[in-house]
């Protein structure tokens, strides 16, 4: 009795182990996600004159760290900025996340693509699309960000190398709120006076089911004369609202 009890009793430790390991495995995952702002803002910049932009988008992350996605919103800049054509952006993006340690770490590349770009060669601009490859690294409630331009960045000609580097955080307020404290830097490269540092402040709410909405107070101290496109400075002070539905 004790030597058939023995093994059955090693196989059910060894076969519950295994099912709790299996268990504790992260698993991949697909979402999707669809949304509305008040006013685009990227970096800081409006990308939609002020007017409120839909946005979407879907997520792959694999359980081994690596993901990839695609996320889309109406912009209206690239036509403002003088192209006949242009009033999407696409990007399309591909990284690796990991940890080491108590630091939570994200490397990647992103493609912004403007469908429909017709922006010419001009003395300014140029093709608007534009290849960054970034770096992220998070500790407690902390992220810093860098992210470099491998090719002209958003058609500011001559400017590859150009970078943009950034610092978060993420402060969790209690009962589904958040706050989220932000400033950043562009360089722009061989054109210093197209550079600034944007500063951000978001408060976040979930809803639950899926749904949450935000409030971000948002400001810059780009040049006026570099980012104004008809008549609008798209650097100003403003509040931008937004809600998103993750699904």
Do not use: C
């Given at each position: ?103 939570a770490y994200d490397i990647g590349f992103l ?12 003395v300014v601009y140029g093709n608007a699309n534009?290849?960054e490859l970034y770096g992220a690294v998070t ?109």
């Amino acid at each position: 009795m004790k030597k058939i009890l023995v093994p059955s009793l090693i196989a059910l430790a060894v076969s519950t182990l295994a099912s709790v390991a299996h268990a504790a495995e992260p698993e991949s995952t697909l979402s999707y996600n669809a949304g509305v702002v008040s006013d685009y803002r990227y970096r800081g910049l409006s990308q939609t004159r002020f007017d409120p932009a839909l946005q979407g988008g879907v997520d792959y992350a694999d359980k081994s760290g690596f993901y990839v996605g695609a996320w889309g919103s109406t912009i209206k800049w690239i036509k403002d900025a003088g192209a006949t054509a242009g009033s999407v952006e696409i990007d399309l993006y591909g990284g690796y996340k990991g940890a080491a340690g108590d630091v939570a770490y994200d490397i990647g590349f992103l493609r912004y693509e403007y469908a429909g770009n017709k922006l010419k060669n001009t003395v300014v601009y140029g093709n608007a699309n534009t290849n960054e490859l970034y770096g992220a690294v998070t500790y407690g409630l902390f992220t810093a960000k860098y992210s470099h331009a491998i090719s002209n960045l958003f058609g500011n000609l001559d400017s590859k190398n150009s970078y943009y580097v950034d610092l978060s955080a993420a402060l969790d307020l209690g009962d589904g709120y958040s706050l989220v404290p932000h400033v950043g830097y562009q360089s722009v490269k061989n054109n210093a006076t197209f550079s600034y540092t944007d500063y951000s402040l978001t408060l976040g709410k979930d809803l639950g089911n899926g749904l949450s909405a935000s409030l971000m107070a948002v400001t810059t101290n780009a040049g006026q004369s570099q980012y104004t496109l008809v008549n609008k400075y798209n650097g100003k002070s403003a509040l931008v609202a937004g809600i998103k539905y993750t699904f």
